[in-house]
């Protein structure tokens, strides 16, 4: 049921003339515009993209929180305590309203949580990655969240109604996260020589990794055209990757920082900065389990599951109360 396993049938996208009459009017009113609501008829595979696509921004969300949870303990002031852990329950929050997106499509919340766990789903690659000092907070906010608004903000105008007001709110938050990362960069980079160092091996850590959340390079990507033609994905990954680079590299000069690619060049004839492909080969190893920590992180997970188990029998067992008394009444 999920897209994960029914993979692309590597037919590409179907033109008009191999579409059914209702999916050629769903179609219509994906190019009209249209938002498409839960009731409303969809071609399985538009369903299946959703899930795929929505949960796994849910878990990767949830998951999210590990390496940023890592530093509340140990953030150096109370303030930044208090700004730290406002942050990482929003991202608690951004899970669960994707999740409940994701139930309007047909799927629980606990079957989904079970495909992450067994590994029929994905996380963000870049929650595979350790966060070894607090400048890695300020990264994780500038260089991470600065790449998840980029594409999350055309996710606003996506196809799917309960997806894209889940994103609306989502984008807002996500907004105050990446000025928090930059307030702590700034610090860190107008500081102390250490505090400076700290700051430009975060840089050096996180440049590449950011990168990589955009997803494979266009010609790698296996759903990018049948999603845009369906208007799940506005854009394609090379194009957010792009313009991620165009916005990020004047903030790293304005910090003093130094991005960590020596073909890095402002291209006067296309206006855009030109810049080093990451390690695909990295990529594609994390995806398939062996990044720095992905073991630890699925365990938190399964331990988070494993504990929360008694709180959802109990809530069962409460409905069923309920309903018993409600039908004896
Ligand atoms: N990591 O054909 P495409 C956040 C997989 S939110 C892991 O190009 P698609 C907030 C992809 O699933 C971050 N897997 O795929 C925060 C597919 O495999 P599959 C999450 C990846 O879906 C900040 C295969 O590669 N955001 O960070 C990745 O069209 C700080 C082929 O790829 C979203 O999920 C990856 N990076 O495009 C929280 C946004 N990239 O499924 C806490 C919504 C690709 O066939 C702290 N998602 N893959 O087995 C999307 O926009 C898309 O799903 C893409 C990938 C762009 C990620």
């Known amino acids: 049921m999920y897209a994960q396993m029914v993979k692309s049938t590597g037919l590409g996208v179907k033109s008009r003339d191999e579409m059914s009459p209702e999916e050629a009017r769903f179609q219509d009113r994906i190019d009209a515009g249209d938002k498409i609501e839960p009731k409303d008829w969809m071609p399985e595979g538009y369903r299946a993209t959703l899930i795929r696509q929505i949960a796994q921004h849910a878990h990767s969300e949830v998951v999210g929180q590990l390496p940023e949870g890592n530093w509340i303990t140990r953030a150096p002031t109370l303030e930044r305590k208090a700004i730290l852990l406002a942050k990482v329950q929003d991202e608690a929050g951004h899970g669960l309203y994707l999740y409940c997106a994701a139930e309007t499509l047909g799927v629980s919340r606990d079957e989904l949580t079970e495909a992450l766990l067994s590994g029929e789903m994905k996380y963000s690659s870049i929650f595979n990655y350790p966060t070894l000092s607090w400048a890695d907070i300020g990264a994780v906010g500038w260089l991470v969240d600065g790449a998840a ?115 890095l060049a402002f291209n006067e004839d296309t206006g855009h900065w030109d810049y080093s492909e990451p390690d695909w080969s990295e990529f594609y190893a994390v995806l398939k389990g062996n ?15 494993d504990d929360g188990q008694w709180v959802r029998d109990g809530l069962l067992a409460h409905a069923e109360k309920r309903a018993h008394r409600t039908a004896a009444e």
């Not at 309960?162 to 990362?181: D, L, N, T, V």
């Not at 700034?186 to 050096?204: F, H, I, L, S």
């Not at 990044?291 to 599951?305: F, V």
């Open 149 to 263: 608004i980029m594409n999350q903000v055309p996710l606003q105008r996506t196809s799917y109604g309960p997806y894209s007001r889940a994103m609306i709110r989502i984008c807002k938050e996500e907004s105050f996260h990446q000025r928090q990362g930059f307030d702590i960069m700034m610090k860190m980079a107008n500081g102390t020589e250490a505090q400076r160092r700290m700051a430009q091996d975060a840089v050096n850590r996180f440049w590449y990794p950011s990168l990589m959340m955009f997803g494979p390079s266009d010609k790698d990507s296996v759903h990018s055209a049948q999603s845009m033609a369906w208007k799940i994905k506005i854009n394609t990954n090379d194009e957010l990757r792009q313009k991620f680079v165009d916005q990020t590299v004047p903030q790293a000069h304005y910090l003093g920082l130094t991005i960590p690619d020596e073909a």
């Open 291 to 305: 990044g720095p920590c992905n073991d630890e992180r699925m365990a938190a997970r399964k331990t988070a599951w």
